[in-house]
């Protein structure tokens, strides 16, 4: 069992940054991939990162793909999505997760645990 607990949203413009946090509590959290999701009103939950146990793999979907960062500290059972040059269309509730597979995933089917999310609004 892992409790997950996401932090760090917030209302800003575009162009700017935010970093989101997730941290864990439960069982040994190096024993875990790591993803980020996100899902936006109206919209289904799409794949936006994943991190491996180790933190020396990871995985981007499309459209965060050199605007985002994901990445964590197993020390201090957290994982993070450093997020910048944020664009309107980034606006959406970004969900963390762990997954139950032995590697990096990007299916929402994939992943056992998730935290209850932390809105991003982007103004144009």
């Known amino acids: 069992q892992v409790r997950l607990v996401e932090s760090g949203g917030g209302l800003v413009q575009a162009g700017g940054s935010l970093r989101l946090s997730c941290a864990a509590s439960?069982?040994?959290?190096?024993?875990?991939?790591m993803g980020w999701f996100r899902q936006a009103p109206g919209k289904e939950r799409e794949f936006v990162a994943a991190i491996s146990r180790s933190g020396r793999n990871t995985y981007y979907a499309d459209s965060g793909k050199g605007r985002f960062t994901i990445s964590r500290d197993n020390a201090k059972n957290t994982v993070y999505l450093q997020m910048n040059s944020l664009k309107p269309e980034d606006t959406a509730v970004y969900y963390c997760?762990?997954?139950?597979?032995?590697?990096?995933?990007?299916?929402?089917?994939?992943?056992?645990?998730w935290g209850q999310g932390t809105q991003v609004t982007v103004s144009s």
């Open positions: 997760a762990a997954s139950v597979s032995v590697t990096i995933a990007t299916h929402g089917r994939e992943y056992e645990y």
């Open positions: 439960g069982r040994t959290f190096t024993s875990y991939p």
